[in-house]
């Protein structure tokens, strides 16, 4: 068994760090405070090809390895949780969603521009009564002539404010149960589709979070993604690749918190000793670094899984769940170990705790992970 990453894999991590250090830190605790997209930040990463990671150079991006996107979303994260899971929403889910299922001209048609990060890419499924609960959705696309008219209201849309392709769930026939949902290419600017409310989140506020309202918005139906009746499955299959980037996201904000831990306590003197002297807290730092390792590990074989073309849902689930609820737990010792001083605003370790509480309940939560994980097991 090698553990070990590839040469271009390391190389990436290498060059995302770099970009972080000199782009992402330091604008990083502005743009939280400011609930700000940093629209600099992307458009760097888009000249830098890290907008298209696994998309194929035929359609304008890089032509490497899911895998490898990851270690890039880890490492943003690292810095800002809330740009790695911009990126991780654009090129996990929606980028994934059309290779996967869009027809050649629509992949041609939209790929290039988002591989280029020349757009950003939105998932546009959560409404205000159907969030785990994916059935309950409201949102009703009907046939007309060579058209498709969607009316609806969804919610919790993230890069909602500032997407340029959403891709949105409805339903086409919703007396077909699980077979009646589909999933449509809808480019901003479509009359009729317009953004709503801005939330204000506790965490990862860079990453900005809206309504999406449908009135009457038309569409042709050269835009329906897959065919009539596969939404369900689209939308599952978006979650999938997209719980692999929020346990990347995860481990970005866990080794984060390991790295503020270990300066910290190293610099900190109490009773005339570096506090990492202290056991009680050298363990907290102990138990964060085997978490990370376990959270890592459970992250990539994940992404491998993708990779080799085998089934990796449950992996991702499990993945997910461990990285996520590792993270919580670990910031919230980051904050201990730094006392008073780690929880006021602008110490890094409270922006890590407040980040790292969304990855358990996004792309599904902690209890729904244990329901996949718990029916694969159990079917």
């Known amino acids: 068994m090698d553990f070990k990453l590839t040469e271009e894999q390391e190389l990436i991590r290498k060059n995302m760090r770099e970009f972080c250090e000199k782009y992402v830190d330091p604008i990083a605790a502005e743009i939280d405070e400011q609930a700000r997209f940093p629209k600099e930040v992307f458009e760097k990463l888009g000249a830098g090809d ?18 490898t996107h990851i270690v890039a979303v880890e490492e943003l994260s690292r810095s800002c949780a809330a740009s790695g899971f911009t990126l991780s929403i654009h090129v996990g889910i929606v980028e994934m969603l059309l290779l996967l299922y869009g027809t050649e001209d629509q992949k041609q048609k939209y790929l290039p521009p988002l591989a280029r990060g020349e757009e950003l890419g939105a998932f546009v499924l959560t409404e205000p009564g159907a969030g785990t609960d994916v059935m309950a959705a409201q949102t009703e696309i009907t046939r007309d002539g ?12 993230s890069n909602g404010p500032n997407a340029g392709v959403y891709i949105v769930f409805g339903w086409t026939d919703k007396s077909a149960g699980r077979k009646g949902m589909s999933a449509f290419i809808v480019p901003k600017g479509t009359p009729g589709m317009r953004v709503g409310e801005h939330f204000q989140k506790m965490g990862i506020r860079a ?3 809206s309504e999406m309202i449908f009135e009457n918005c038309r569409i042709p139906k050269d835009n329906l993604l897959g065919k009539e009746g596969d939404g369900l499955a689209i939308a599952m299959t978006g979650l999938d690749h997209g719980r692999i980037g929020i346990a990347a996201q995860s481990v970005g904000i866990l080794q984060a918190a390991l790295d503020e831990s270990i300066k910290y306590s190293k610099q900190r003197i109490q009773f005339g000793a570096p506090i990492s002297r202290n056991q009680a807290i050298a363990w907290m730092i102990a138990d964060m670094a085997t978490d990370l390792a376990a959270a890592r590990f459970l992250t990539y074989h994940a992404a491998w899984l993708k990779d080799e073309g085998k089934p990796f849902s449950r992996e991702a689930s499990m993945a ?9 737990k670990h910031t919230i010792k980051a904050v201990q170990i730094q ?17 790292a509480k969304i990855t358990e309940i996004y792309e599904g ?14 079917r």
């Open 146 to 157: 060579d058209d498709y008219v969607i009316n609806g209201t969804k919610t919790f849309t």
């Open 365 to 378: 939560t902690s209890e729904a992970q244990r329901m996949v994980i718990s029916g694969s097991l159990l």
């Open 207 to 209: 990453s900005q979070t």
């Open 320 to 328: 997910k769940l461990f990285a996520a609820e590792a993270a919580m």
């Open 50 to 67: 890290w907008m298209g990671i696994p998309v194929p150079t035929k359609y304008g991006g890089a032509g490497s390895s899911y895998l």
């Open 339 to 355: 006392g008073g001083y780690g929880y006021c605003k602008g110490a890094k370790v409270e922006r890590l705790m407040r980040d």
